[in-house]
């Protein structure tokens, strides 16, 4: 389809005598967690025109849940990683492409070959922006280092060095934190919150975590993509609290919280798999994708030094919220 045809509001421009520079910015998983808390931080603080953002999505972009958006003159589009597309159509017309992401983790299970994890759907979905013009992606890698010893790393590494190549455009790496309310994930693989009835929780590894509040890096992902964009053309960085807690420290918390002794035993990468596999009935290839995950956490892999989250939060007067609040909010 050619651009005039794509939305009302592209129509409107051509029509209009005022010839007005506008920048379209799309958005991919909108509705995921931390894309839906990056479009809502973007919308709350005016940071960007709404008329400048085209939501994608892999649902029906015609459902009546996206009504809301649509009164806000947003344009919503389907997008889907497996159809290039269908990614070529949602980003037709866009300057800059806010690229989430996949979350189909299955894809990097059992050492997944290069462009067979992951890092395919993003491939996808930088080939397909590419092809349409867009001239600046910025894209959501981890927490982690690179190179990592977690394997939930690796389709970020592979797809930061392929952005890192590319000539034809700009790209910008956020690095997003661990998210606070993933805490249940790393402490006992999950931790089952009001239902859970373990004393002892078994992990493979303990480190430093700067845990970080999604609204928190929603807030500084929002101030990245509303700031002109040679500021942040070919940077990399992470947006993180400074502050770490251990999963020794989450042990501790959640046992005050919860007026109950709970303990953290540390046991060796097999024996994890073992006691999660076979014990807790999870998929084994899942099992061995995540234990890699607190060889990360030991090398302290995901302890943040970078102000710079830190820094965007003190100038908007915002606090970066702590943990303990967090756990507590879930627990009660
Ligand atoms: C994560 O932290 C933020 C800020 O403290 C909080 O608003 C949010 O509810 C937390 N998430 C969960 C699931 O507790
Ligand atoms: C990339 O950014 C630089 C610096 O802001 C700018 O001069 C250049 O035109 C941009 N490249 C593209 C393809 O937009
Ligand atoms: C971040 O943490 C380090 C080490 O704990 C500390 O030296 C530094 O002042 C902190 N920076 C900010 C902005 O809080």
Redesign the pocket.
Known sequence: MPRWMMSLHDVQLAVGVVIVNIEMLALTSARGKLGSAVLRAILENNLIDSSELVVCTSSDPKHPRFDALREKSITVRYNNFDDPASLEQAFTGCDRLFLVSSPRISMDFNDAPLWKGREAHHRAAIDAARKVGV??IYYTSLGFANPSKAAVMRAHIRTEAYLRELK???WTIIREGLYNESWPLYFGYYYGLKEETRKEVIVAGDGPISWTAIADMAFGTAKVLSS????W??KTFYLSQNKTWTLHDIAQIVSRVRGDEVQLEIVTQDEYERYYAEEKGRERAEVEWWSTTYNAVLQGECNIVDTTLENMLREAGRRPKPLEETIKDMLQ
Do not use: F, I, M, Y
């Not at 002109?228 to 500021?231: A, D, H, L, W, Y």
């Open positions: 001239k600046h034809d455009l700009n002109p964009p040679s500021e053309a070919g």
